[in-house]
C-alpha cells in the first residue's frame, strides 16, 4: 500500500526561477546526490518533458525508472507518475506545488506517493520518505537560491 507524504520549505526565488530548475531534468545529476543519470526520453509540442528516465544510486537503494510528467499552464503545480514498475517501485506518484510570496520567494510544496516493490517496515518507510522529501527539498533551494544569485 502506499502512503503520500507532504513537506514545503520556502525558496528565496520567485514561482518561474524555481520552475525552470525543476524543469531542467538533464541537470539534476549536478546538483541532486543520489541522481547518476537522468535523460528526457519525450518531450510536449511546448518543449517540456513529457517523459523522463532516472537512474538513481542511493547506496543501498539503486533503480531506473520513468516518469511521466504534466503541467500546470503557469507552471504552479508540475506532478509525475511512475509510467511502469520498476525494480524498486511498484507505484510513484508525486508533485510540486510552488505559490510565490509577497516577500518574492516561493512555498514550494512537495507530495510524493510511492509504494515499494521490496517489503519494507512502515516506519522506517515513512522515515525513508521523510529523509528523501527532506533531501529533495533542500537541495533543490540550494540549487535555485545558488542559481538565482549567480543571475
Not at 514498475?85 to 516577500?103: C, E, F, I, T
Request: proline fraction near 3%.
Amino acid at each position: 500500500m502506499a502512503d503520500s507524504s507532504t513537506q514545503s520549505i520556502t525558496i528565496a526565488a520567485s514561482p518561474d526561477q524555481v520552475a525552470t530548475v525543476i524543469c531542467d531534468f538533464p541537470s539534476y545529476p549536478r546538483w541532486t546526490d543520489a541522481m547518476r543519470e537522468v535523460e528526457v526520453i519525450e518531450e510536449y509540442e511546448d518543449g517540456y518533458a513529457s517523459q523522463v528516465r532516472f537512474v538513481l544510486d542511493a547506496g543501498v537503494l539503486a533503480d531506473e525508472y520513468v516518469l511521466e510528467y504534466a503541467y500546470a499552464e503557469d507552471l504552479s503545480r508540475i506532478e509525475w507518475h511512475l509510467v511502469t514498475p520498476s525494480k524498486m517501485q511498484r507505484l510513484q506518484r508525486g508533485s510540486y506545488d510552488l505559490v510565490g510570496n509577497a516577500d518574492g520567494s516561493t512555498t514550494v510544496t512537495y507530495t510524493l506517493e510511492v509504494e515499494l516493490a521490496v517489503g519494507m517496515l512502515g516506519m522506517f518507510r515513512r522515515k525513508a520518505e521523510k529523509m528523501i522529501m527532506d533531501t529533495a527539498l533542500k537541495q533543490l533551494k540550494r540549487r535555485v537560491e545558488a542559481t538565482g544569485s549567480a543571475q
